[in-house]
């Protein structure tokens, strides 16, 4: 027997598939290498310190982070210079 089915994901239930719906809950997922990763998560536990422990989520960390970078009057020219040496192969 064959069945129709629209794209997407589904869960057996009960015998029966049930097509799963998911809300867009308004984020995009980025690869962020693992050095930038690492920042963000130094960040995190300095602000854990700062909150008397309680652990802000590492998104709303990351968010804060890159929207403080892109007020930065020169973030251009930092971003410019990191790709440079992202390409060029140096540590540096």
Do not use: C
């Amino acid at each position: 027997m064959k069945t129709e089915m629209e794209d997407g994901l589904y869960q057996a239930r009960a015998g029966n598939l049930e097509k799963l719906v998911f809300e867009d809950d308004g984020t995009k997922k980025i690869r962020v290498p693992q050095p930038g990763f690492e920042a963000v998560v130094t960040v995190q536990k300095r602000m854990r310190k700062a909150l008397n422990g309680h652990k802000p989520d590492i998104s709303l960390v990351a968010e804060a982070m890159l929207l403080a970078a892109a007020e930065m009057p020169d973030i251009e020219e930092k971003v410019r210079l990191h790709a440079q040496r992202v390409f060029s192969g140096s540590n540096s």
